[in-house]
């Protein structure tokens, strides 16, 4: 199911943004609201049987566009959760706004995968190793519910919970940017292995949307006196 972009001002608890900060701090919401009036129900329509008229355009249980598809979604789902950690630990302003661009911007994109594999009759978990489907020479190590690269462990996600104000907003960022670093890696991945024509223009915005992001949560931790993690 595509779920609507909600904006920080419809949030019970949200803060208002900075005067000047908002249209830099907004651009992933906007981004999510214009892929999902782009690729909304079309996208779904035009990801499934209907692509081709015949069944052999669905794609199979193991295939590339239904690896990404899982695998997005999960690794989605962690921002998602680090976001909603951080917007109760912390009243700063640019930072609430960032988590919930975040929030609004891969929910509604994981929303898209799971309604294609809806489409796509396939199941929404499977038995695979996580991006078995980017066949690659090495393989990411799960550990401590780290599933791939840049997901937080299970002890990083405890200390974010550990931390607040100054100290949460600048260990969120540097989670965020290992995060997005692993997603851009896996969306490029798909660009490089998948066929499936909306799919790609889905993970060609996830490339150009979190590497911009990445340059934002560098400056927001420059602003903090902080570095990168790596």
Not at 15 to 29: I, K, S, V
Not at 41 to 48: D, N
Not at 75 to 103: C, G, K, P, W, Y
């Amino acid at each position: 199911m595509q779920h609507r972009p909600v904006a920080p001002e419809a949030t019970e608890d949200a803060t208002p943004a900075a005067p000047g900060r908002r249209r830099r701090l907004w651009w992933p919401a906007a981004l999510a609201a214009a892929v999902a009036l782009g690729l909304g129900v079309p996208a779904l329509v035009a990801g499934g049987p209907a692509a081709s008229g015949s069944a052999a355009a669905v794609p199979a249980q193991d295939s590339v566009e239904a690896g990404f598809a899982r695998d997005m979604a999960t690794h989605h789902q962690q921002a998602i959760d680090l976001s909603f950690i951080v917007r109760d630990r912390t009243q700063d302003t640019e930072v609430r706004n960032l988590a919930f661009d975040i929030i609004n911007t891969q929910a509604n994109q994981r929303g898209m995968m799971m309604g294609w594999l809806d489409q796509w009759g396939l199941t929404q978990h499977s038995g695979a190793t996580p991006m078995a489907w980017m066949k690659m020479d090495h393989r990411y190590e799960p550990h401590d519910g780290s599933l791939m690269p840049g997901m937080a462990t299970n002890t990083e996600l405890a200390k974010l919970r550990s931390l607040s104000d100054r100290e949460a907003e600048v260990y969120y960022l540097q989670l965020m940017i290992e995060h997005h670093k692993g997603g851009v890696e896996m969306a490029q991945g798909y660009l490089d292995l998948g066929v499936n024509a909306v799919e790609k223009r889905l993970a060609q915005s996830m490339v150009n949307g979190q590497r911009s992001e990445i340059d934002l949560i560098t400056m927001l931790l420059e602003q903090r006196g902080a570095k990168p993690l790596s």
